[in-house]
């Protein structure tokens, strides 16, 4: 692995680690305020691993994202938008 890559696989660890650390805060908060989620993590991960011939689903995908099954942490820490979220998420779009 050249220094580089080193480097951007170790600032999107950091970046894993900063998410997991906030959990409080939703992927609607995420989506209104940068344009991306831990979902479009997962999908870009999954899209890279395909680029490199890697076989992955985007349930195994979310796994490395969330640390965790996706339906576990949506279960633990998901809270339902409230209507100003949506309401600039739709204003986002």
Request: glycine fraction near 4%; charged fraction near 30%; include cysteine.
């Given at each position: 692995?050249?220094q ?36 479009c ?14 076989a ?8 490395r ?29």
């Amino acid at each position: 692995m050249s220094q580089e890559h080193a480097i951007e696989a170790a600032a999107f660890r950091r970046l894993l680690s900063h998410l997991d650390q906030r959990k409080d805060v939703q992927n609607i908060d995420l989506m209104n305020l940068a344009g991306f989620c831990r979902n479009c993590l997962a999908n870009w991960y999954a899209e890279a691993a395909a680029e490199e011939g890697v076989a992955l689903s985007r349930d195994e995908a979310r796994e490395r994202i969330y640390g965790m099954p996706y339906d576990e942490w949506k279960a633990r820490y998901q809270t339902e938008a409230t209507p100003e979220q949506l309401a600039a998420l739709q204003a986002g779009r």
